[in-house]
C-alpha cells in the first residue's frame, strides 16, 4: 500500500506507540507496525527508519504526550500534597483497568530492552526525569504550603515518589488487588512526614 497523500506523521507515530506500549518491542513485528500506521513496508522505512528507529520516536513521543501530562499537574490550585496524593491513587486507578495493565511504555521498555539498548535507556531515563522534576516541583510546593517539612530534601523525596508510582505499576500488573496497592500509596504518603533528611 502506498503512503496516502494526507499522511499525519504525527498520528502514524502515535499508532506505532500503541502497538509497542501494547506488545512490547521484541514481540512487536514490522508488519504489526506496517498495518497500525497504515503504511506499506518500503513507505515505513522510507519515513522512519528501521524497527529500533520507530520505536524510539515512539518512545520519544510518549514521553512529550503522555508524560509531559503529568507535569500539568504543577499548575493545579489544589494544594501540592493533594496533587501527589492524587498522582499515586490514578496510577493505582489506571493500572486496575483493562486497558491500563499495559503499565508505562517508559517503564516497560527500560525492563525489557534498557540494559542493552543505550538508546532507548536514554529515552526512558530522560521520560523518568520529566516525573522526577515533576514531583520536586510539587514537594517543593507542598513544602512552601506547610505540608511537608521544609528541612527534608525535595529531590530525595521527588526520586522516592518516581519510584512509588513506578513501583505501582510493576506491582501492579502482577498483583491487581486494589488493597495492596492503595497500602503502598498510604504508606508513601506517611512517609512524606517521616522521611530522612
Known sequence: MARPLAFDRQAALERAMQVFWTKGY???SV???TAAMSLSKSSLYGTFGDKHAIFLEAIEFYRDHVTARVR???ELPTPARQVIRS???RAVDRILEPEGRRGCLLNNSAVEVGPDDPDAADLCRSGLS????TFECLVRRAQAEGDILAEYDPRKLARFLNGTVNGI???GKANPDRQTLADIVNVALRALDSSER
Open 130 to 133: 520529566l516525573m522526577e522534576d
Open 31 to 33: 508488519a504489526d507496525l
Open 72 to 74: 500539568s499537574a504543577i
Open 87 to 89: 498522582i499515586l491513587s
Open 169 to 171: 505499576m510493576v506491582i
Open 26 to 28: 521484541t514481540a512487536t
